[in-house]
């Protein structure tokens, strides 16, 4: 059974920043491309940020680029999103997944990517 598990979400003054972690067991973590999305109230889940096997590839949206940082720890079977300056518009819950790397470089920005999901934690962004 595959497990992932957020933390690190939590009520924070627009300009804050928070550290999310993303903790998976049932896998092999080194295997598995690792992403971060979020899902505001009435609007769609949408890509945040993505990293492959290595660390060496990495993909954000537009809207966190310069302010968001992915990291993976794969002796930890952990992954992180650091999130700066953050904003009201930031406000959402945030969701790690896991998509089988297939070794080429690539990263997954489209939920389709990704096989497995956890259970998200809530960042909320007081303005």
């Known amino acids: 059974q595959v497990y992932l598990v957020e933390s690190g979400g939590g009520l924070e003054q627009a300009g804050g920043s928070l550290r999310l972690s993303c903790a998976a067991s049932?896998?092999?973590?080194?295997?598995?491309?690792m992403g971060w999305f979020r899902q505001a109230p009435g609007k769609e889940r949408e890509f945040v940020a993505a990293?492959?096997?290595?660390?060496?590839?990495?993909a954000y949206a537009d809207s966190v680029k310069d302010r968001f940082t992915i990291s993976r720890d794969n002796a930890k079977n952990t992954v992180y999103l650091q999130t700066n300056n953050l904003k009201p518009g930031d406000m959402a819950v945030y969701y790690c997944?896991?998509?089988?790397?297939?070794?080429?470089?690539?990263?997954?920005?489209?939920?389709?990517?990704?096989?497995?999901w956890g259970q998200g934690t809530q960042v909320t962004v007081s303005s």
């Open positions: 997944a896991a998509g089988r790397d297939p070794m080429s470089g690539v990263v997954f920005t489209t939920p389709r990517g990704y096989d497995y």
């Open positions: 049932g896998l092999t973590f080194s295997y598995y491309v």
């Open positions: 990293i492959n096997w290595s660390g060496g590839t990495t």
